[in-house]
């Protein structure tokens, strides 16, 4: 089975830079997308097709995908972006999700 | 306004059944397809079924798959997931979710609030 992995947890202060990964293998010859989840609240879609941003979501973030890793870069990180990001890809026309990144910032 | 309305959650014991729901309105529920994912209590997000626009095919993950059912009814804008055999480890927050359009490897654009699912004596 295919398999995506996150770092458990990433931590930076507020206006930094958070770069979020996700590997698989192969991983950039499949779309990546990513989803933002609020505690206590649904996911919502970030990213999709490795970069693409759908309405309303802020530029500051951005998706890029190559080799076996996939990156979600949060600029200028602040309170309101602590929250779990999930990569999600597909396999065999089965989605599969990362295990989920829990960004603090602080 | 894309809405997706979950219902049907509760309290179970293991081995009962129950019955998800999900309501949908503000697209054209046929031309999309929809998937159920879960997330059990502070754990991460889990794909469980896919069911094609039309009804036709039909996936399920191996942890659910010959215990659970997903269909739909389009003239009802309604998707559904027959659960059966419930076992502890089905406690979850059940999320209906619609698929994107596209020519395939589509996100996930929007999610249901969720219903949450207890398996307990």
């Known amino acids: 089975s295919y398999d995506l992995t996150q770092p458990p947890s990433l931590s930076v202060s507020p206006g930094q830079t958070a770069n979020i990964t996700c590997s698989g293998s192969n991983l950039g010859n499949k779309y990546a997308s990513w989803y933002q989840q609020k505690p206590g609240q649904s996911p919502v879609l970030l990213i999709y097709r490795d970069t693409k941003r759908p309405s309303g979501i802020p530029e500051q973030f951005s998706g890029s995908n190559s080799g076996n890793t996939a990156t979600l870069t949060i600029n200028g990180a602040q309170a309101m972006d602590e929250a779990d990001y999930y990569c999600q890809t597909w396999d065999s026309s089965i989605p599969i999700f990362g295990g989920g990144t829990r960004l603090t910032v602080l | 306004e894309v809405q997706l309305v979950e219902s049907g959650g509760g309290l179970i014991p293991p081995g009962g059944s129950l019955t998800l729901s999900c309501a949908t309105s503000g697209f054209i529920f046929k031309d999309y397809e929809m998937h159920w994912v879960r997330q059990a209590p502070g754990r991460g997000l889990e794909w469980l079924s896919y069911?094609?626009?039309?009804?036709?095919?039909?996936y399920y993950a191996d942890s659910v798959k010959g215990r659970f059912t997903i269909s739909r009814d389009n003239a009802k804008n309604s998707l559904t997931l027959q659960m059966n055999s419930l076992r502890a480890e089905d406690t979850a927050v059940y999320y209906c979710?619609?698929?994107?359009?596209?020519?395939?490897?589509?996100?996930?654009?929007?999610w249901g609030q969720g219903t949450l699912v207890t398996v307990s004596s």
């Open positions: 069911i094609r626009f039309s009804g036709s095919p039909i």
């Open positions: 979710v619609r698929e994107g359009l596209g020519s395939g490897s589509n996100p996930f654009d929007f």
